[in-house]
């Protein structure tokens, strides 16, 4: 018996890709201007907000994880064989870095003035240590930028297969049916 294979993914795995990919930019872009605002209750809201998505990032990509895990995806288009491996990989370290990233921020929160998820405040887990707070931030940073080149790259690799191979890559990820 034959195991089908798709040729896009499905709905679900779709909307959450481009959802994350929304969010994620948003946090990255924020995230880069933030430290330059001038200390304002609207810096503090931008802050909030920042780690409020941040969460929501963390937890849709443990949900597209177990999606992807659990449901069949189309096979990887075709190339040689270090650039199927190097994609493989590639998709894996940006799922790691998209959980690391809102995982060190929210354990440098830990340490400090604690977490607001939007109106809800959680008191600090830890008890505070701002020098350590600052230095798990500088992490939070660090993976933040690895993130952002690592994600320009996905999207020069996927401009490379759409406007150069012209393989059609976008229909596996976008919300029209595959052509067979």
């Given at each position: 018996?034959q195991?089908?294979t798709p040729?896009?993914?499905?709905?679900?795995a779709i909307v959450?890709?481009?959802?994350?990919?929304l969010?994620?930019?948003?946090?990255l872009?924020?995230?880069?201007?933030?430290p330059d605002?001038p200390?304002?209750?609207l810096?503090?809201?931008?802050?909030?907000?920042h780690?409020?998505?941040g969460l929501?990032?963390?937890a849709l990509?443990?949900?597209?994880i177990?999606?992807?895990?659990t449901?069949?995806v189309?096979?990887?288009?075709?190339g040689?064989?270090w650039?199927?491996?190097?994609a493989?990989?590639?998709h894996i370290f940006?799922y790691a870095?998209?959980?690391?990233?809102?995982?060190?921020?929210?354990l440098a929160?830990a340490?400090?003035?604690?977490?607001?998820?939007?109106?809800?405040?959680?008191e600090?887990l830890?008890?505070?240590d701002k020098?350590?707070?600052?230095?798990i931030?500088?992490?939070?940073?660090v993976?933040?930028?690895?993130?952002?080149g690592l994600l320009s790259l996905?999207?020069?690799?996927f401009a490379?297969h759409?406007?150069?191979?012209?393989?059609g890559l976008i229909?596996?990820?976008?919300f029209t049916?595959a052509?067979?």
């Open positions: 018996m195991k089908f040729k896009r993914y499905n709905n679900t959450l890709h481009w959802l994350l990919a969010l994620i930019i948003g946090l872009v924020v995230g880069f201007f933030m605002l200390k304002t209750p810096r503090k809201l931008i802050y909030n907000y780690k409020s998505f929501i990032v963390f990509v443990l949900f597209r177990y999606w992807r895990l449901h069949v189309p096979d990887h288009v075709t040689s064989r650039q199927v491996q190097l493989h990989y590639a940006i870095l998209i959980l690391v990233v809102p995982g060190v921020g929210l929160s340490f400090n003035h604690g977490f607001n998820l939007f109106v809800f405040h959680w600090p830890f008890p505070v020098d350590l707070a600052h230095r931030m500088g992490w939070h940073g993976t933040a930028y690895v993130l952002g996905h999207v020069a690799a490379w759409q406007f150069v191979q012209k393989d229909r596996r990820i976008w049916p052509r067979h």
